[in-house]
Each structure stands twice: as C-alpha cells, then as structure tokens.
C-alpha cells in the first residue's frame, strides 16, 4: 500500500526551530521527485518546496526561501523539512506529497495525513 | 508563485454540472505548465481529481473533466452529487515552482 506518514509537528515559540519528517513506504521512494504543501487554518494551499529525486535540485517558495531546508534520505526512505527561524505565519499543517508515482505526470498523487506546526509565544 | 485565481463558491443542484474556472498567467497555466486538480474535505488531505488538465487517474469517475484554453483551465462536475461538495484547487507546475488555485468551495444544495 502506497502511503506517506508525517511526523514531528507541534508547538513552537517564534524564531525556534522544528524539523518535519515524512516516511514513505510501497513505492520506490528514491526514483521520485518530492514535495512539502502546507495549508494555514481555514486557507488555501501553499507549496513549499520541491526535491528532485536524488535530491540533486532543491527549490523552495519566496515565503520560506532560507529559513526551510528539504532534503531527503533514500536509504530510508524518509523525506524531511528542517523549519529556522519560525514565524507565526508559518503555522499550518504540512503535507508531504509525492509526485508521479502513479505515472500522472506533474501532478501530486500520493499525500500524507498531514502534521501541524503552532508557532506561537 | 503567485495564487492562481478561482471563484470562493458554486453551487449546483443533485445531478447539474457545474464548472469551476482557474485563471494564471501565460508564465504558468498558459505555459507548458502542467495543470492538475485536487479536491479537499474538511479535515482531510487533497485528492488528486485531474492531471495534465484533463486525465483521471484510476478510480476518479468520469463524471470530472478538464479542459485549458490560453491561461484559463477548468475543471467541470457532471450529474453533481452529494459527495462532490468540498473544496476544489487548481495547480500548475512547472518543476521549479508551483502554484495552487485560490480554491473553490462546491457546495451541492
């Protein structure tokens, strides 16, 4: 069964930081493209950064540019988030998306459940 | 990456067709952007409904289809059911970037 589970949201104080994990199992994690999507309460959603397959290209959104690092580990098959520096509008659940894996080209086709980051004092 | 725009709401009667546009730029929806659709209910991650404007992936009923013309896409629900109330986004991606639609509540009255 194809399935991405994320881990390690919570509560933060403003300028602290948190680190988001994302386990993927039923698929060959290490030959797909990955991707972290959060939603804000009661908004819309909001990509926030891509990794290529063997995490040799990174691109993030301007909002998170420098403060949000993604990376990958292919020999567990684990995706992450390193979150700096965060701000109250950084509070959202954060979704970890796979890309392709069902051959549907450009388009996010395995989500996990989701995890949720407070950043608040 | 800014928001592709849709419409907050439509509406539609059991069994209608309802259409929901999403509108960019020629940078991202009028580009070779690849344009997909996911629907969203409460408390529950985004489904993939269309890919690559007008594909469906395997077990989305036919009852969804998509089209694009210049930096317009937009997704249609034919015979409207009650299951299909939720929120609709559009995306566009191009690699380096993506961008999601402001989203569109569909409400089945």
């Known amino acids: 069964q194809v399935q991405l589970v994320e881990s390690g949201g919570g509560v933060v104080q403003p300028g602290r930081s948190l680190r988001l994990s994302c386990a993927a199992s039923?698929?060959?994690?290490?030959?797909?493209?990955m991707h972290w999507v959060r939603q804000a309460p009661g908004k819309g959603l909001e990509w926030v950064a891509v990794i290529w397959y063997d995490g040799s290209n990174k691109y993030y959104a301007d909002s998170v540019k420098g403060r949000l690092t993604i990376s990958r580990d292919n020999s567990k098959n684990t995706l992450y988030l390193q979150m700096n520096s965060l701000r109250a509008e950084d509070t959202a659940v954060y979704y970890c998306?796979?890309?392709?894996?069902?051959?549907?080209?450009?388009?996010?086709?395995?989500w996990g459940q989701g995890t949720m980051v407070t950043v608040s004092s | 990456q800014s928001a592709l725009t849709q419409p907050a709401s439509v509406s539609g009667s059991p069994g209608q067709s309802i259409t929901i546009s999403c509108t960019g730029t020629?940078?991202?929806?009028?580009?070779?952007?690849?344009v997909s659709w996911y629907q969203q209910h409460p408390g529950k991650a985004p489904k993939l409904m269309l890919y690559e404007g007008n594909k469906r992936p395997s077990g989305i009923s036919n009852r969804f289809s998509g089209f694009k013309s210049g930096n317009t896409a937009s997704l249609t629900i034919s015979g409207l059911q009650a299951e299909d109330e939720a929120d609709y986004y559009c995306?566009?991606?191009?690699?380096?970037?993506?961008?999601f639609g402001s989203g569109t509540k569909v409400t089945v009255l």
């Open positions: 995306c566009s991606y191009a690699g380096r970037s993506t961008s």
């Open positions: 039923g698929f060959s994690f290490r030959n797909y493209g």
């Open positions: 020629s940078s991202d929806v009028g580009s070779y952007n690849v």
């Open positions: 998306a796979s890309h392709g894996v069902s051959g549907t080209t450009g388009a996010f086709d395995v």
